[in-house]
């Protein structure tokens, strides 16, 4: 993971681009980009979307990582280690014997 973060901020240091990239203005972006993946499946069903635009995915994917891995990188966030305590705090509010195969918020469980 280290090594694909250092690669995308050497892509934007060779380019000048850290001076537009204030965690706000990274913040923003990231949701644009969710927004053009969002977008893909726009007045489709799951399967035909994904089968419309597949590669296209795969590239606002990229793009919604790209800028979250920047902005993690830009507030000292811990990928690895913010992930699993994500999935831990996950696991506690959602545990097996109360959330297996339902949909509910964890408050409805």
């Known amino acids: 993971m280290e090594e694909l973060i250092e690669k995308i901020i050497a892509f934007r240091e060779d380019r000048n681009w850290k001076q537009f990239h ?3 203005d990274l913040a923003i972006s990231l949701n644009l980009e ?3 993946l969002l977008e893909l499946f726009q007045w489709k069903s799951s399967e ?4 419309e635009n597949y590669e296209k995915m795969k590239d606002e994917i990229a793009d919604v990582i790209i800028y979250s891995l920047m902005l ?3 507030l000292n966030i811990d990928v690895d280690s ?6 831990q705090k ?3 509010k959602y545990p097996i014997e109360k959330s297996y195969g339902l ?5 409805d469980l």
């Open 48 to 51: 035909a979307a994904v089968e």
């Open 72 to 74: 993690c990188h830009d």
């Open 103 to 107: 949909n509910k918020k964890y408050t």
């Open 22 to 24: 204030n965690p706000k």
């Open 82 to 87: 913010t992930i699993r305590n994500k999935i």
């Open 34 to 36: 969710a927004s053009e």
């Open 90 to 92: 996950n696991a506690d």
